[in-house]
Every structure is written in structure tokens, then in C-alpha cells.
């Protein structure tokens, strides 16, 4: 018989996956408040600029954007990023630190045909590699978190004269504290932390990265104007985009910007995400079956917590018991293949709900095979 975890041990919300993730109800809210007036209007009317305005200040007030920085956005998610970057912001060489599906998607992504083939740094998943400047390379790139594997990388310029340095935040942003003026380029995506939608990339640019943008734009290089990040720094000095964004997506992330800042800020969120992901990791530090997967208490991510089992627990038994009862998503990345919960501590998640979690996987444990 399938296994019914007691209702005082459940989570308010069930929601634990790692992208997309929980949406605050009160942004849902929000969002009906605006059905009639906002969505289903046009793009390039007041409303929707103004929104996309709000999105813009909202992000350079979360990173304590220096003046000369600037937010761009486009269509397409961290996905599309990539490949505009391999059109418009890696002049000949990218460096990939890859140690997980994210990090080599951008490798992927960068080994274009009319720029030389990137410098791949690989690390086991569940560690991560290190930068190493190399002569020739014009972009070093590194995800902040691996979403896949749970490592938070630190965040620190590669002092290489010319070189940008970017950073794919896109289950990082609004979740880590970091200085922003060690990036040139810090982009994501706002399904994960940032508890909106997907369909949208966003970057925070250095004058150095708006710069080799221009220069490249300029270049002749062939770069189509789906993913021309000229076009992108363009029309978000417009406050648009290129072709029509999900609406519902940056008022989403409108409401979420507004509650994490009116909380605190970046530091507020980072203490509530590296609280939530640390009663998992002492959770799974004294269990006599789970540890966490990442070794080096360090590289420990503050909002994907990868938490392994030992072969007397059958973790994706465990995962299905969970979703019948409510709780989602504790499934690991399809691809990493190990006896493994992946669950995600964003901003958005209720640390109380966190604790709830823990208590319901003990008591799936407990109960499992009884
Ligand atoms: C989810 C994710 C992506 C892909 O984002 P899309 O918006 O779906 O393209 C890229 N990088 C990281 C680190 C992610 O977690």
C-alpha cells in the first residue's frame, strides 16, 4: 500500500523543483490583478514598457548595479543566450568550465564553426573546475550554480587583459550574494530562483562586454537578428524587445524583484537560501543513509541541495512516494544518474517548509518497504 505521510508533517507548499520552481501564490495574484489590463495589451504601449522598466530597475537594485552597467534582455531563455553569445559577444575563443549539463551546453554552444574551438575545462560532476588564463581566450564562462549537480562556483574575475567574464546565473540570480563587478556579463533566466516563468533571457553588461558587443556587431560577422545581442542592447534601452515577450513572465518577475528587495536584498535572500540548504546538508550529514553529493562543504550550493542515498534506500521509490503525497520535483537530474533527491531551497520557498520536507522524507524512510 502506498505510503500516506501524516498531514502535520507536510509542507504548506510542494513545490521543491529546481526549474521551473514554486511562484509565490501572492505573485499569482498580482498577476489576475493585471488580466484585464495589462495582459493582452501591447508591447509597444506605455504599459508594457513601463513594466519592462520596472523589471529593469527592479534587477540593477538586487545587484547594486554599478551606473555604467546596464540590464538587457531578450526572447528565447539561458538557452538562446548561449547561442547569441556565440554570434555576438565570443570574438575568437571561449573558456568552459564544465561540470554538469549547463555548463557543457554553453561549451556546446560555443564550439561555432567561425570561432575557434573552446578551451573545455572539465571537473567530475559533483566538483568543479577552475579558470586558467590562457593566451587567445576572450571569454571566460562558468555557471554560478550548476543547476544540475548542485556546485555554486565563487565569483571573481578573470584577470586577462581584454577578457570578458560571464557567468550563467540562471538558478543563481536573486539566490547568491555576489559583486556584480567581477562579471562582464551575468546572465539568467526567471523560472528558478526568481520564481517567474520561462521564455526570457536577462544579463547584467559591463561597459567592457556593451563594448566587444558593438565591435563584433560591427565586424560583418553573419549574426542573425533573433540573436543579436546589438539588437538586444538596443531595445532594452527602449525598454523592449526585439519580437513579442511573455508578459506574464516579467510581471511575474516584476512582483518577485519587488518582494526580495523590499525584504532586504540580495543579502536577505542569500541568508534565507544558505539557511534552508544547510538544515538539508546537516540533515543528510547524521543520517546513517543520505550525504550530501557534493564533497567539498564549500561548493555546497545555497539553492539546489543534491543530496545522495546508499543502496538500502531507493531514492526514486522515495521521490514517487513523495509526489503521490503532494510534494514535487525532489526527482535528480535525469541525466546525472545517481540514487540522489535534488531539491531546491529559492528564495521563494518557505524555510519552514524546508524543515517539513526533511520531517516527511524521514518519515518515508521509515515507512519504505514496511
Ligand atoms: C535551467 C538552466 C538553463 C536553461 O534555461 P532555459 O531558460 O530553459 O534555457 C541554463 N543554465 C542553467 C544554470 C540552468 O539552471
Known amino acids: 500500500m502506498a505510503i500516506e505521510i501524516p498531514r502535520e508533517l507536510l509542507p504548506v507548499d510542494g513545490r521543491f523543483g529546481c526549474g521551473p520552481s514554486k511562484i509565490r501564490p501572492e505573485q499569482v495574484t498580482a498577476l489576475a490583478a493585471v488580466g484585464t489590463s495589462l495582459l493582452?495589451?501591447?508591447?509597444?504601449?506605455?504599459?508594457?514598457?513601463?513594466?519592462?522598466?520596472?523589471?529593469?530597475?527592479?534587477?540593477?537594485?538586487?545587484?547594486?548595479?554599478?551606473?555604467?552597467?546596464?540590464?538587457?534582455?531578450?526572447?528565447?531563455?539561458?538557452?538562446?543566450?548561449?547561442?547569441?553569445?556565440?554570434?555576438?559577444?565570443?570574438?575568437?575563443?571561449?573558456?568552459?568550465?564544465?561540470?554538469?549539463?549547463?555548463?557543457?551546453?554553453?561549451?556546446?554552444?560555443?564550439?561555432?564553426?567561425?570561432?575557434?574551438?573552446?578551451?573545455?575545462?572539465?571537473?567530475?560532476?559533483?566538483?568543479?573546475?577552475?579558470a586558467e588564463i590562457v593566451d587567445g581566450v576572450d571569454v571566460y564562462a562558468w555557471p554560478h550554480n550548476e543547476t544540475s549537480t548542485g556546485v555554486a562556483s565563487p565569483i571573481s574575475r578573470v584577470a586577462a587583459d581584454g577578457a570578458l567574464t560571464v557567468i550563467d546565473a540562471t538558478s543563481a540570480a536573486g539566490g547568491i550574494d555576489f559583486d556584480v563587478t567581477e562579471t562582464d556579463v551575468y546572465y539568467f533566466a526567471a523560472q528558478k530562483n526568481l520564481g517567474s516563468?520561462?521564455?526570457?533571457?536577462?544579463?547584467?553588461?559591463?561597459?567592457?562586454?556593451?563594448?566587444?558587443?558593438?565591435?563584433?556587431?560591427?565586424?560583418?560577422?553573419?549574426?542573425?537578428?533573433?540573436?543579436?545581442?546589438?539588437?538586444?542592447?538596443?531595445?532594452?534601452?527602449?525598454?523592449?524587445?526585439?519580437?513579442?515577450?511573455?508578459?506574464?513572465?516579467?510581471?511575474?518577475?516584476?512582483?518577485?524583484?519587488?518582494?526580495?528587495?523590499?525584504?532586504?536584498?540580495?543579502?536577505?535572500?542569500?541568508?534565507r537560501t544558505s539557511g534552508s540548504s544547510q538544515e538539508l546538508y546537516r540533515w543528510a550529514e547524521a543520517s546513517a543513509v543520505a550525504t550530501p553529493f557534493v564533497t567539498a562543504a564549500a561548493d555546497r550550493s545555497p539553492v539546489v541541495a543534491t543530496i545522495d542515498f546508499d543502496e538500502s534506500v531507493d531514492a526514486a521509490a522515495v521521490a514517487k512516494t513523495l509526489r503521490a503525497n503532494g510534494i514535487v520535483d525532489t526527482e535528480p537530474y535525469r541525466r546525472l544518474g545517481r540514487n540522489q533527491l535534488r531539491i531546491a531551497t529559492f528564495v521563494s520557498i518557505e524555510p519552514d517548509d524546508v524543515r517539513q520536507l526533511i520531517r516527511s522524507i524521514d518519515y518515508v524512510l521509515e515507512h519504505q518497504g514496511a
Open 40 to 130: 493582452g495589451t501591447s508591447h509597444r504601449q506605455a504599459p508594457v514598457k513601463n513594466l519592462v522598466r520596472s523589471v529593469r530597475e527592479g534587477l540593477a537594485d538586487l545587484f547594486r548595479l554599478p551606473d555604467d552597467y546596464e540590464i538587457i534582455l531578450g526572447n528565447g531563455g539561458s538557452t538562446a543566450f548561449w547561442d547569441a553569445a556565440a554570434f555576438g559577444l565570443i570574438e575568437n575563443r571561449a573558456q568552459n568550465l564544465v561540470s554538469g549539463e549547463f555548463g557543457g551546453k554553453f561549451a556546446k554552444a560555443a564550439a561555432a564553426p567561425w570561432l575557434q574551438a573552446p578551451d573545455v575545462r572539465s571537473a567530475e560532476p559533483g566538483s568543479r573546475a577552475e
Open 197 to 271: 516563468d520561462g521564455g526570457l533571457w536577462f544579463a547584467a553588461v559591463s561597459p567592457a562586454a556593451i563594448e566587444r558587443i558593438e565591435r563584433i556587431a560591427a565586424s560583418g560577422r553573419y549574426i542573425p537578428e533573433f540573436l543579436s545581442l546589438k539588437n538586444a542592447v538596443d531595445n532594452s534601452r527602449l525598454e523592449q524587445t526585439l519580437n513579442t515577450p511573455a508578459l506574464t513572465t516579467l510581471h511575474l518577475l516584476d512582483s518577485q524583484l519587488q518582494w526580495i528587495n523590499g525584504n532586504g536584498g540580495l543579502a536577505w535572500a542569500a541568508a
